[in-house]
């Protein structure tokens, strides 16, 4: 997997970084149970603090992306990633609510924002 961080965005790195993976997890380009780089090795290869990778990483283990064991190192959660429960859904509701307030105030009608979420949902399916 490629990783590419825009050092410009408003978007802070660590957020880019945990999304690539995610993404990455989302198109099988990580499969469960393989091997992330480590803390120092990631933030050397990036050119970016050691602290910012560890803080994309604890947030990915949280949120059951990933597991890092002390003699493993990081892998992606061999178990895959947990389904969507009722806390998901309501933080994806709270998450999703404003953009779709900002596509509406900016006259995106209902069928241009679905057609945009599904050609984005279309770029993470695999293809068999």
Known sequence: MYITLDLESEEPIYTQLK???IAGIAKK???PGEALPSVRSLAADLGINLHTVNKAYQQLKQ????LIHRQKGVVVNPDGVPKADEGYWSELTSKISPL????????VSEE???????QIYAGFQTKE
Request: charged residues 30%.
């Open 29 to 31: 380009e990580l499969s």
């Open 63 to 66: 949120e059951g992306f990933i």
């Open 112 to 118: 241009e924002f679905q057609k945009l979420c599904s």
């Open 100 to 107: 779709i307030a900002e596509a509406v105030c900016r006259d």
């Open 19 to 21: 999304h690539q993976v």
